[in-house]
């Protein structure tokens, strides 16, 4: 009875300890993996009048203790996150002198070269980006018109900087006939370069600090793109009503959004936020998918700079993509956003050959507050003890009673 009880409990603690509720299939497979173990447990016997408690007793009074299992067996949040360390092959005598040659090559040969194409595209950008934007300021459309086209050249550089090999399936997206977002997992900020050089999006991104900061400020503002700040829970609101006037505005630009709204290791899609999807519009889905046979293009931004990510690329053989540009999708009947949100996440997932996981990749940024943490201590603290005193009542009846 103890052991069917503490499935239901678990099955409980499932549905409610997180924001957002894992598949039916996930709960299945850990009640079952649980329900198996917990049998093990109590299939061992205890000698008589042991003053111990079994792993399913604790297990009967601990939520704190079965979730805590739960996460060491199958951990994927922190997978979503994990960059996957390529294995050596470079072990022995034959192979070492091969890998040496190579690391002269890319760093010696390649890497030179590639700083220079970046210099001298830069060079050619500035000379013509900076009298553009304020020698045409009268005249909007072809002042807009041509900083599309140098946004789209140094995007253009900088794949050409990692020696970048991308093949783009399906329709390039076009100047849009009606209105329109283009929404696209998320890996790292070159994804943004990746589809800028094809076409000239504005982008909903977090602001950054540094040079990158600086060119939010001046040559992706002159697109129309959108900052916000994840910290500041105003933004939120503030956000929303511009991507609603820019969705609207027929002048403005193709509008490109990050719905899961941070970066996940490209095995993985988290959860999309579904602000994309309430702006009563199109939305087209992109599959972005990186071969990782030269390097992991995956950005962890709280290991790494973005300059050390660049870095990276431009010291690696090639930086290898597939882009699919998908059927545009529009909300069905009695849909609600989260559903909508939901559909288009199956279709980049299974076009890329994803994993889709039940989670808010915002978690990564934020901890438990030490409030929460107190009262899960105290309630954990008072089921042990409540335990205890019903465990050694029974022992005590029962040796009054020999």
């Known amino acids: 009875m103890g052991i069917q009880r503490t499935g239901v409990k678990v099955s409980n603690q499932l549905r409610d300890s997180s924001l957002f509720r894992p598949s039916q299939s996930e709960v299945d497979l850990y009640q079952h993996d649980m329900e198996d173990f917990l049998l093990d447990s109590a299939a061992e016997p205890a000698a008589p009048h042991q003053n111990k408690l079994l792993l399913c007793d604790?297990?009967?009074?601990?939520?704190?203790?079965?979730?805590?299992?739960?996460?060491?067996v199958d951990d994927s949040f922190t997978r979503c996150f994990k960059s996957n360390i390529p294995e050596p092959w470079n072990w022995n005598i034959y192979l070492l002198p091969l890998w040496c040659l190579g690391v002269i090559v890319r760093y010696c040969i390649l890497?030179?070269?590639?700083?220079?194409?970046?210099?001298?595209?830069?060079?050619?950008?500035?000379?013509?980006?900076?009298?553009?934007?304020?020698?045409?300021?009268k005249h909007d459309h072809m002042r807009r018109k041509i900083e599309r086209g140098l946004v789209e050249f140094i995007c253009s550089v900088f794949v050409a900087s990692w020696t970048g090999v991308v093949k783009y399936h399906g329709p390039r997206p076009s100047r849009r006939p009606r209105q329109q977002v283009f929404v696209a997992n998320h890996t790292s900020m070159i994804d943004f370069i990746i589809l800028e050089q094809m076409t000239a999006f504005a982008v909903i991104m977090q602001k950054h600090p540094g040079w990158v900061g600086l060119l939010q400020n001046t040559v992706l503002e002159s697109l129309g793109c959108?900052?916000?700040?994840?910290t500041e829970s105003k933004d939120r609101h503030v956000v929303g009503e511009k991507l609603r006037k820019h969705v609207i505005d027929p002048e403005s630009n193709l509008l490109l959004i990050f719905p899961e709204g941070t970066c996940v290791n490209n095995e993985y899609i988290v959860m999309f936020k579904k602000g994309a999807f309430e702006l009563d519009c199109t939305v087209c889905p992109v599959a972005i998918k990186y071969n990782k046979i030269f390097v992991d293009a995956f950005w962890n931004s709280r290991k790494q700079s973005f300059t050390m990510h660049l870095l990276r690329l431009m010291t690696s053989w090639a930086v290898v993509c597939d882009v699919w540009y998908l059927e545009p999708q529009t909300i069905r009947p009695n849909e609600t956003p989260i559903e909508f949100a939901e559909r288009v996440r199956d279709?980049?997932?299974?076009?890329?050959?994803?994993?889709?996981?039940?989670?808010?990749?915002?978690l990564k940024y934020y901890r438990p507050s030490s409030k929460l943490t107190e009262?899960?201590?105290?309630?954990?603290?008072?089921?042990?003890?409540?335990?205890?005193r019903t465990k050694t009542s029974d022992e005590d009846l029962s040796t009054s009673m020999e």
Do not use: C
Not at 61 to 71: P, R
Not at 347 to 362: H, S
């Open 226 to 230: 959108i900052w916000f700040n994840r």
């Open 375 to 388: 009262k899960m201590q105290q309630k954990f603290a008072e089921s042990m003890l409540r335990r205890l």
């Open 347 to 362: 279709m980049i997932a299974k076009r890329a050959g994803i994993k889709k996981v039940a989670w808010d990749g915002y």
């Open 58 to 72: 604790l297990l009967d009074i601990s939520g704190v203790l079965s979730e805590a299992a739960s996460a060491i």
């Open 111 to 137: 890497f030179p070269v590639r700083v220079l194409l970046l210099t001298v595209g830069w060079i050619i950008f500035l000379g013509a980006f900076i009298p553009v934007h304020f020698i045409l300021r």
